[in-house]
C-alpha cells in the first residue's frame, strides 16, 4: 500500500468526503481490521443489469488544475520527487508496484487500478447508483485505499476479482490490500458475497486483524431494502391430505403448488440423485421457498410451468454442471431476476455453500452423514423449528474437514445436534466437535425410523399440529416435504411403505396431530399408513420337542414381538393343515413328514403378521413308548416289555396275550437295551 494508504490506515488520517455526491456524511470512527467483516452488507452478486464500463466515467480533472485522476495517483505515489510540466506531463518519477513489487520510471509503464474494480462496483451495488455516483466512485481520491499504481501484469492478472478469487503475489501487501479492499466495500456501501466474506475473514483473523484503522465516511447508502415478500403457505386444513403424482416431479411441484406466488426463493436440485439437495430443504425453510427437482439436463415443463406461477426473486440451483447442467441453468434466468449455483467438488462442500446461500448465523446445526439420506430430512423439521440448518459430513470418516469447522465457527453454532447412529456419523466426528467446544447432542436407534422419531419426540415434545409423512426408502417425496415442513416447524417422519414403524407411530401418536399430510402416492406410502395402522414387530417363531410319533411339539413366538401381541398357531404336516394350538400331538399319520407351525400375531392398531417357521425333520417312531390301554401296544410298537418279570414278549408268543405291558418297544434290540430278556414261551 502506498504510503497515504498506509498512514490512513495506521494514524487515522482525516477524510474529507467528496463533492462529487452529495451524501449524508458518517462520523468517522476507530476501530481494528477485525471488526471490518461485520460492518459489511453481505448479498449475492447480481449480473443484471449487465456491466457498462461506460456508466463509470473515469479520469477526470476534479479539481481543474490540468491533471486528472490518474494524473494525481501518479504524483502522489511516485518514491522519488515529480516534476510535472505543461499538460500534466511528469518527469523524474519512480513508481512501485505494491501487488508484485514492479518498478517503473516512466508513467506509461504503470497502470492504476481500482482496487474494487468497476464490474466488482457494479455486481455489488453500483448497478442501481446514478451516473454521478458512478463518476465519484471511479474517481475518489478522497481516501488513499481507492487507487494504486500497479504493473500492468498484475492489473490484468486482477482483473475484476474479489479477495476470493485473487491476492498480490507480494505476501507482504495482503494484509493492506484486504484492509483497504473492506474500507471501500464499506464506504460505498457495496456488497460482499459469503465467498468473498469468508476470504476476508480468513485474512483478518489473525495478526493482520489487529491494525488499527479509521473507517471512511460514507459516500454511498446502501440501497432500500424492498420488503421481504412474505412467505404465504395454503394451510392443511383436513384431517388426512395426500400430496401425489406420478412422478417425484409431480410431488414436488404438488407440494410447491402451497405456496403463493412471490416466494423469495425456490432451490432446485437433482431429480435422480440426493446428495447435493439434502442441505437445501433446511434453507428453503428458513427463507421461505420450495425445493423443485429437475432432470440434469432438461428443465421439466412441469417444473417450468410451476416457476412461472411462484414468480421467485431468487433460484439457487444445487449443485455441480454435472448434476444440473448449464443449459438448464440458464433456462432459468427466464423465471427470476437471480439466479446462482450452489455447488462443489463433492456433496460436502455443496452442502456447505448450500447452507450459505440462507444462514449467515445459527446457534444450533444439525450434522448429518451424506452417504445417505433419510437422517438428513428426518432433521428437517426441527431443524426449521430451531431456524437451524442441516450441514453434511461423511461420516464413515474419523473427522470432519477443516471447511467444515470453520463453517460452524462462521455461524457462531455452540450446539450441535447429530442426527443417526455411530453408523452413520462416527463417534469419532462427535468427540471432534466436542472438543471444538461445542455442546453435542446425537439422536440414534435401531434404523432410520427410530432416528426420525427421537429427534421429532425431542423437539416436538407432545404438541404438533401438523406432522408430514414420507417414505424412508426413497428420497424425492421427503426432499420436496422437508422445506414445507421446516418452515411451517412441523414434525417430519420417514416411514415404511406398507406401514408405520413402531417407533413413528407412537412418537406421532404422542404428538396430537390434527392434520397429517401424506407424501407421495399409495405406492409410496400406503392407505395403510394414512389408516394409522403400525408395522407389527415380528420375531422368529421356533418348535420345541421330539419330533417323533406319540411326543408332543410346542410351538414358540419367540422375542422381538411387538408387546402386547396375541398368538395364534396353525400347525402344518407336509405343508397340509393338520390342527391349531399351542401343541401338536404326533401321531402315526404324521409319520415321514415334516413339520412347520405358522404363528399369527395380532394387536389393535397395527398390522397382523403370520410367520411360519422352518420345517422339522421328517417325524419318526421312537424306539419305546406306552401302551394304548392295560393289555394293547400300538402296531408299530408291537413288543410288550413287562416290568415286574423283566420280561419281553413278542406277538404270537405263548403268553402275549396274557401280558399286561408296562413298555411298548418297537425292536427287540430296544427292549433289550433298556434292560428286557426274551421270554422262552
Known sequence: MSNR????????????????????????????????????????????????RDRFEHWIDADGDGCNTRYEVLIEESTTPVTVGAGCSLTGGTWVSPYDGY?????????IDHVVALAEAWRSGASSWTDEQRRAFANDLDVPYALTAA?????????????????????????????????????WSLAVDPAELSAIQAELAGDCGQTAVTLPEIAAEPPAEPAPPQTVIAPFTAAHTRIGGP????????????????VPVVYIAKGSDFPDALSAAAAGALIGGPVLLTPTTSLHPAVAAELARLKPRKIVVTGSEGSISRSVFNQLTAYAPEVIRAGGVDRYEAGRNIVKTAFTSATTAFVATGRT??????ATGAAGKLGAPVILVDGLKSSVP?????????LGVTTVYISGGPASVSDSIRSQLQASGRTVERFGGADRYEVAAAINTRFFGTNADTGFFATGLKFPDALAGAAVAGRLGAPLFVTATGCLPRSVKEAADRLGLAHRVYLGGPSSVSETVVANIGCLTAGKPYIAGWVAVDQSLIAYPGAGWTPGTAFSYAW?????YVGSGQTLKLTTAHYNKTISVAVTGTLSGYTTVKVTTAPTPRVVYPNRTTPIDTWTCPSWAPIKGNARSGIYHMPNQRFYNATNPEECFRTEAAAQAAGYRKSKV
Open 103 to 111: 518498478t517503473a520510471t516512466m508513467p506509461a509503464e504503470i497502470e
Open 5 to 52: 494508504a498506509r498512514l490512513a490506515i495506521l494514524v487515522g488520517a482525516s477524510l474529507t468526503l467528496s463533492t462529487l455526491v452529495a451524501v449524508t456524511p458518517a462520523t468517522a470512527a476507530a476501530t481494528i481490521a477485525a471488526d471490518l467483516p461485520g460492518l459489511l452488507r453481505q448479498a449475492p452478486e447480481t449480473s443484471t443489469p449487465a456491466y457498462n
Open 151 to 187: 504493473s500492468t501484469v498484475a492489473n490484468q492478472s486482477k482483473s475484476d476479482k474479489d479477495p476470493a478469487e485473487w491476492l498480490p503475489s507480494n505476501p507482504a501487501y495482503t494484509c493492506e490490500y484486504v484492509i483497504g479492499w473492506s474500507l471501500m466495500k464499506y464506504r
Open 572 to 576: 402344518y404336516a407336509n405343508g397340509a
Open 373 to 378: 439420506f433419510a437422517d438428513a430430512l428426518a
Open 402 to 410: 477443516p471447511e467444515t469447522m470453520q463453517l460452524l465457527e462462521q
Open 247 to 262: 412422478d417425484r416431479y409431480a410431488v414436488a411441484v404438488g407440494v410447491s403448488q402451497r405456496y403463493s406466488e412471490g
